[in-house]
């Protein structure tokens, strides 16, 4: 049935005929009505629909009573049939060329299709499995007869029209999935057909039918348009059909999934044989989808709105085609709050109530066997690192040196030595160990734990992989199946078996494999148990995404009676506490802060990497401590090659101390050549005043706006960004603040003639007027790149003007270099020679020790010797031989590997980037920075700059889930930072890229 043809002007005089409406007409898509989105002068918007007379008057009355019945339970979420002046919701219109044809009105629904919206989350796809959930509840008490009995897209038609219309399709990638989809659905769908309850549905929630109000925080809000394909059919073929349409968004199938349907379920309770029938129901959707565009591009290869769908179904079958579709059962069971399998008897009971011969011979005890941890959390989880060799070498002498027998790798253990590409998916990593790994030399014998028969004899080749695979089938005591895996064998196994061949409990079925041939791993078996095999053929997962660790365990649960292990408490991974936040609460100060809306546990870092505690890989962006990147190995070995030698203070002669302090001093200009070693930046600040203070026997300082120089009391006292912030009281009397000297939305802006004079200016006038004051003038701090004032480099000229006017009247001027010293600038070493000036006075902190506490004073010998006025200075630590040992080798790190020049080419080259960006997305106002201290400011209108800190927070968080770790900053906390370790290699520049200029584009962002 095709859209009735009639034009805009046809249309509008039918609205002022039947409706007394006028306004402007928009066409849009439809396939079965014409459909007009009306605009009336009032700004209030309609949808008219023009219905094709041949669909019936009972069938349009069902749609109209069923719209107003979910209008009455779900209010704005769907549209409000709205009726003519006669007070008709149909009214019946004559067009000009003679046919008649049905008039519909409605409210208008605002929103994105979500086939347009982005992103395409996994929240997203459970409110929408959520939004039809509440569909199907409401709609299941209104009792109507069938409206549309004939229509193609009946889920009790879908059998008959993939059947039928198979041979239509022609195209090998859609044949064979509808071959599949079939044999699914007859095997797991139609036994179940006649025992599922049936409701109305709305039977189309596709894409382009729910519409998207995306927010800059919170769900987006979903509403649904389109109530012409309603039908009476099993009430979880609106699930079925809803999932069918969220598999084709951009995420990993099974994750739309569990998205959709948990979503669905939750408003929707589906029991579980609905559960079962989802999936093969789903896939007949997707068939009927294909045949029905195949027959309707034959016949109107002018209709657009036909094509829309096919691209996506396309990619996704791409996308299934690696999967067992038969996992999808199991998935959608457990998606629906059901055990993913179907047993009478757990096989946890099993395995604890049945005998089993010892997989190895002999039971694994305490006495003989040595556990070996290999989870994220456990230190000694770097048994599997290096050469194989050195991994055999290193496990076996563990086992001898503990007089053991075997050692014993456990379940359920997050690990990072899966690192092929096969064990990366989507953003994760498969991390979750789902078996027990028995150690021991190759050649090991193994046996059968009870009778079976092999259902699998395979040589899982890759790297990385299994090797030689053997899987017995079992039948348990209560005549249930259940599996057995034994992975990385000896080859001699794959000649010994057949499938189909039965061994008894006891036989030998296999021998450990030597390394490579094993997958190349150090010898051992990793024993697995496995409840359903989900269409797996020759090969099964033993390793699970973290996000899926619990689908995962129930239908492999740990598998330790099968090595003849009583106690399973013995070999359970101790895994991290679950309670971890609230116990940080109780017991640490409230005021310590935690980073993002759902924080991380963070357990190893590495270069760039921050890795959690599902094994999760973030790119850490943001901590310009780790200079040189987390526990780089030059850095932690010389650490550790100190910390066993010796660690005391600075009263005794040490080597290291005199050899870092001359070769610090050594990097900067003269005269700043005497310097004090502290524990952190704040002590060097601290420090820093003291010395200005006592040289020039006064008090009173000059601080930037903004400006955050450390936490002790006055520390605080000069930091703008505690004292004007939440729970300041203000600047003492001795402090006066000077403006940002920010070019983009500060006092002085771009197109002044000179900038640097005019900012400098501003701090001369309260130079002068703390000089004048009772405190007196000591100096002028100011950090080189403003870093809590939200990335903002200091414009030429500044720093000269304002040193020389505050030396003029007897002032010090600080240099903090906490933030950016050490290279990270790029074009310079520090960060004040960009601005050509030798401060007085330099502060040093973080990166100094890429994480160990250390920072330093440098002064002039003039200013030292002013403060050695006969009070000792000793500080405990500062100074310490293990501190001096990592400072020389931070220094080794940055000129070994170059990495100044570094961060001056990444530096440019993401500066050029996100200037792109920023043209192409108006709520990106302004990109800054020098080498890798970059910032990205988010403005609600970037004609007035009003700040907006939703945008730059909704970037963080998007960022985030793409895997990149970034925060925000800038007094109106609406600036990105971006200060990442220096190593920060191109190719995560590119892909931090790529993300971020996805996510620019996405609906919430965007100016309205
Ligand atoms: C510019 C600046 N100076 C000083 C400090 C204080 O350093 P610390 O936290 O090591 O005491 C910080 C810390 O963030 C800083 O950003």
Redesign the pocket.
């Known amino acids: 049935m095709t859209p009735p043809q009639l034009t805009e002007a046809e249309a509008l005089e039918l609205l002022a005929q039947h409706y007394g409406l006028t306004g402007q007409l928009f066409t849009l898509p439809g396939e079965r009505d014409h459909n007009f989105q009306l605009c009336l002068a009032s700004g209030e918007k309609n949808t008219f629909k023009v219905v094709n007379a041949e669909v019936p008057l009972e069938s349009l009355k069902t749609e109209i009573r069923a719209m107003q019945h979910l209008h009455s339970i779900l209010g704005g979420l769907v549209p409000n049939p709205l009726a003519d002046q006669a007070g008709r919701f149909i009214s019946q219109g004559s067009l000009q060329n003679g046919s008649t044809c049905w008039l519909r009105l409605q409210s208008w629904q605002p929103g994105t299709p979500l086939a347009e919206f982005r992103p395409h989350t996994t929240e997203l796809f459970h409110s929408v499995g959520h939004l039809m959930g509440r569909v199907a509840t409401s709609l299941s008490t209104l009792a109507v007869p069938d409206p549309n009995p004939e229509l193609p897209w009946h889920p009790d038609q879908a059998l008959q029209i993939v059947e039928e219309g198979l041979s239509l399709v022609t195209d090998p990638l859609l044949k064979n999935f509808l071959e599949q989809a079939l044999r699914l659905y007859d095997r797991y769908g139609r036994p179940l057909e006649t025992d599922l309850p049936r409701s109305l549905i709305q039977n189309d929630a596709n894409d382009y039918n729910v519409l998207v109000h995306g927010k800059l925080e919170g769900p987006p809000e979903l509403s649904l348009i389109d109530f012409g394909d309603m039908v009476v059919s099993w009430t979880c073929a609106e699930a079925a059909v809803t999932l069918a349409y969220t598999l084709l968004g951009q995420i990993a199938p099974w994750k739309a999934l569990q998205a959709t349907l948990s979503g669905f379920s939750q408003a929707r309770p589906l029991s579980l044989l609905e559960a079962e029938f989802v999936w093969p129901m789903a896939l007949m959707r997707l068939g009927v989808s294909i045949v029905m565009a195949a027959k309707q591009i034959q016949e109107q290869p002018e209709n657009e709105y036909l094509l829309i769908s096919q691209q996506p179904i396309r990619e996704l079958l791409q996308r299934l085609k690696d999967l067992s579709l038969e996992e999808g059962i199991a998935r959608s069971r457990f998606a629906c709050g059901h055990s993913p399998i179907h047993r009478k008897v757990s096989l946890e009971t099993i395995l604890e109530k049945q005998f089993f011969f010892p997989v190895m011979g002999q039971a694994l005890t305490p006495d003989n066997t040595l556990l070996l941890p290999l989870g994220i959390e456990s230190p000694s989880s770097d048994w599997l690192s290096g050469e194989v060799e050195e991994q055999s070498a290193r496990i076996q002498q563990a086992i001898e040196s503990a007089q053991k027998i075997f050692a014993l790798g456990l379940y359920d253990e997050i690990r990072l030595c899966y690192t092929a590409p096969e064990f990366q998916q989507d953003l994760e990593s498969r991390t979750v160990h789902l078996g027990l790994d028995v150690f021991r030399l190759a050649g090991t014998p193994i046996f059968a734990p009870l009778d079976g028969a092999f259902v699998t004899v395979h040589d899982n080749a890759q790297e990385q992989d299994y090797g030689p695979t053997l899987m017995l089938q079992h039948e348990d005591l209560n005549g249930e199946n259940f599996f057995t895996l034994y992975g990385h064998l000896d080859p001699e196994c794959l000649a010994l078996w057949q499938p189909g061949d039965f061994v008894q409990a006891g036989t030998r079925i296999a021998r450990i494999g030597a390394s490579p041939r094993n997958g190349n791993w150090p010898p051992h078996l990793h024993l697995q148990v496995i409840g359903h095999r989900m269409g797996w053929e020759t090969d099964f997962p033993g390793v699970a995404l973290p996000s899926e660790q619990s689908f995962w365990k129930q239908l492999s649960p740990n598998p330790y009676r099968l090595l003849g292990i009583q106690e399973q408490s013995w070999v359970e991974p101790e895994g991290l506490p679950q309670d971890l936040l609230a116990r940080r609460l109780h017991i640490m100060g409230r005021n310590l802060s935690l980073s993002y809306k759902k924080p991380l546990t963070i357990l190893r870092g590495e270069g760039v990497y921050l890795i959690d505690s599902l094994g999760r890989r973030f790119v850490d962006c943001v901590n310009n401590v780790a200079h040189v990147g987390h526990c780089h190995p030059r850095v932690v070995e010389a650490q550790r090659k100190q910390s066993s030698l010796l660690n005391t203070n600075t009263r005794y002669l040490h080597p290291e101390l005199v050899r870092y302090a001359e070769r610090l001093c050594g990097l900067f200009p003269d005269p700043l050549n005497v310097c004090f070693l502290v524990c ?6 601290e420090l820093a005043l003291r010395l200005a203070q006592a040289h020039t026997q006064a008090q009173g300082m000059v601080v930037v706006d903004v ?5 002790t009391k006055s ?1 605080i006292d000069l930091s703008p960004y505690k004292h004007n912030g939440p729970g300041g009281k203000g600047a003492p009397d001795w402090v006066r603040t000077t403006p940002m000297p920010d070019a983009y939305r500060g006092v002085y802006r771009e197109h002044h003639p000179d900038l640097g004079s005019a900012y400098g200016g501003k701090v001369i006038e309260h130079a002068e007027s703390l000089a004048k004051s009772e405190t007196g003038l000591a100096g002028f701090i100011c ?1 080189s790149i403003l ?2 004032g939200g990335q903002i480099v200091l414009p030429e000229n500044y720093l000269q003007t304002a040193y020389a006017g505050v030396r003029r009247l007897g002032g010090l001027c600080i240099a ?1 270099e ?2 950016v010293g050490f290279g990270r600038v790029g074009k310079t070493f520090w960060g004040f020679e960009l601005q050509g000036v030798v401060p007085d006075i330099v ?1 040093l ?2 990166p100094i020790g890429n994480g160990h506490p250390l ?1 330093a004073v440098i002064t002039t010998t003039e200013i030292a010797e002013a403060f050695a006025n006969g009070m000792e200075y000793f500080n405990t630590f500062g100074g310490n031989p293990v501190s001096a040992a990592v400072g020389n080798a931070v220094l080794d790190v940055i000129e070994e590997e170059n990495l100044q020049k570094h961060a001056l080419t990444l530096g440019n080259y993401l500066l050029e980037r996100w200037k792109g960006m920023s043209k192409r997305c108006p709520a990106l106002g302004q990109v800054r920075g020098e080498g890798l201290f970059l910032g990205m400011e988010f403005v609600a209108d970037p004609v007035q700059r009003i700040p907006c800190a939703a945008r730059a927070t909704y970037v963080v968080e998007r960022m985030k889930a793409q895997g990149f770790l970034l925060s925000t900053d800038g007094p109106d906390h609406n600036v990105i930072k971006f200060k990442p370790p220096l190593v920060f290699p191109d190719s995560e520049a590119e892909r931090l890229c790529n993300n971020l200029e996805q996510i620019l584009r996405e609906v919430p962002l965007q100016l309205t």
Not at 680 to 685: I, K, L
Not at 707 to 711: L, Q, T
């Open positions: 952190t930046g704040s002590e060097a600040n400006g955050y120089h450390g936490h520390l950090e870093s809590c903090d906490v933030q502060t902190g973080k920072a």
